[in-house]
């Protein structure tokens, strides 16, 4: 692949670092940026993943969705993700406390990027070269830790709590 990714490994890691916690803890991931050169594989790798999402009760030994520790954050972002972009995967609800993983392709500028953090949502971002991602990483606030797979951005790592390059 480009740039010496592993799609799939990738996009394992995305979807189990995102539903860390059920996706509402500081330290689940909040959004992935994928090179424009390998968006295509990387999106299909990425939705067959969360298409073998386990979702359910947490006592489960094979649940990978379990219910949301604050639900009501669930509907702002749940119920109207295609004005954002385009959704790759449809987060179904299967109670009032439980979502299935969402997936969507949006902008690096758009709210559910910025702003969204405690929701099983996985915005997706393509960027076309290092210096546009640059520019995108620098518009979130606040950021603990950026990971790689693949050859790691020419312009270093700006300002991360935490860096990993080809694994979390």
């Known amino acids: 692949a480009a740039f010496g990714a592993d799609v799939v490994c990738a996009a394992e890691v995305a979807v189990a670092t995102r539903l860390f916690n059920s996706s509402q803890d500081c330290l689940a991931t909040e959004r992935v940026y994928v090179a424009e050169e ?68 949006t902008t690096a500028e758009s709210p559910v990027v910025l702003e969204e953090t405690y929701c099983p949502v996985l915005p997706l971002v393509v960027y076309r070269s290092d210096s546009q991602l640059r520019e995108m990483l620098a518009l979130g606030d606040f950021a603990l830790g950026l990971t790689v797979f693949g050859s790691p951005p020419a312009f270093g790592t700006l300002d991360f709590a935490h860096v990993a390059i080809g694994r979390p």
């Open 38 to 105: 390998i968006a295509g594989p990387f999106v299909d790798a990425l939705v067959t993943v969360a298409a073998h999402l386990k979702v359910g009760p947490n006592e489960r030994a094979d649940t990978r969705v379990g219910p949301l520790l604050l639900p009501e954050v669930a509907p702002r972002w749940m119920g109207s993700l295609e004005k954002y972009g385009d959704v790759l995967r449809p987060g179904v609800r299967h109670a009032v406390d439980l979502y299935d993983l969402a997936v969507v392709r």
